[in-house]
DNA sequence: GTCTATAGAGCGATAGAC
DNA sequence: GTCTATCGCTCTATAGAC
């Protein structure tokens, strides 16, 4: 996902598939350094430490997930069509980054008190976002939902939770998956959810 | 959570909270027994190793939960009050055993092979539950849904999502989160949801 | 920037006295 | 059943040659 093969790079992208599948805790140094070929000393000219791996590569995928799902969000919708939009690319986002969300809903815990506020700070913003959606939504009468902090909640944890089990050689496409998410979610909040056109 | 209080009962009780904590990786034997007040090699008189405990979490809030959520389901009754009554208790227990079943979505991957497979297949017969009401509702018409083991699972992560953020000391009560997720999922299936009775 | 070598600490697990 | 003591191993991180 990293565009660019320095060896920098090329560490993030080791860290981040072994953090997703065994957990920050699990995973060496040693480890890091043989899949990227290289010896364990190395990765300190890189990092300064174990830790300032797994923040680079949260704060990589906070960059990358606001430009693809936040950025991207039409104010002028209505909160319907906002909120597909959002659902729509959100879900798009977890199944091409599986191993990102994993981490950033796993590993928040792994992170040491200086690297978190950062962080935390950020998944705030991805929250509300959502938030004032629903909240507008709830204020246009076009929404069911009896408290949108809660609902907002719900909705992001439902979808991360695709990353579970979604694998590409599964017998779902991404489209068809992507689709009953946006069903799910648009439905969970009370807004009508009509088929996409066939395809 | 666990009756009793032999030593056996209180190492449990000690990982269970420590495990939901720092993660099973994060965790060492020696913090287990200085929390029950013990020095560390005591605790091999009661478990032969470290996979042992969480192996006995685990089993431990399998069938508790399967007792409070799947048992007392009632096979007479409509689809949409199946899933009420399933959504209800399952949300109920989540709240009340929060570091169970944070534990049972984030340390599966912590588990060894042997102790994986018994309990994979709990989760099975768990999620299956759920997913032969959603479909029980889709051939009577009265669920909206396009995959009935997809919304299965997006029901599911949605609602083991609460135990990341709800606190007791929180602004809200218990009795209200349950009464927002319960919403959420019923409409999130397309399952019409009615106000419950003022209190 | 990458290597070898290793320091210093913490880990799971065991042995044996009581 | 609990203690003390310790083995053998792995960990993160550093030092210094090339």
Redesign the interface.
């Known amino acids: 996902m990293t565009t660019g093969h320095t060896t920098k790079n090329l560490i993030r992208d080791a860290a981040r598939s072994l953090f997703a599948?065994?957990?920050y805790?699990?995973v060496s140094m040693r480890e890091i350094a043989q899949d990227v070929g290289k010896h364990p000393g190395g990765i300190y000219n890189h990092f300064p430490n174990k830790q300032a791996i797994l923040v680079d590569v949260m704060q990589e995928n906070l960059s990358r997930s606001h430009e693809a799902v936040i950025a991207p969000l039409n104010d002028d919708l209505d909160p319907s069509h906002r909120l597909e939009q959002f659902v729509r690319s959100h879900v798009r986002y977890n199944i091409a980054n599986s191993d990102d969300i994993f981490i950033a809903?796993?590993e928040l815990?792994?992170l040491e008190p200086d690297g978190a506020a950062h962080i935390l700070k950020e998944r705030k913003d991805y929250e509300s976002a959502l938030r004032s959606i629903l909240r507008d939504g709830q204020n246009a009468g076009v929404f069911?939902?009896?408290?949108p902090a809660?609902?907002a909640?719900?909705?992001?944890?439902?979808l991360?939770?695709?990353t579970?089990?979604f694998r590409q050689s599964g017998p779902?496409t991404p489209t068809?998956?992507v689709?009953?998410?946006v069903?799910?979610?648009l439905?969970?909040?009370?807004a009508t959810?009509s088929t996409p056109p066939e395809r």
């Open positions: 599948e065994h957990g805790n699990g809903y796993m815990r792994s069911k939902i009896s408290d809660i609902h909640r719900s909705v992001l944890s439902m991360a939770g695709v579970v089990w779902q068809d998956v689709e009953c998410y069903q799910a979610a439905q969970s909040v009370g959810y």
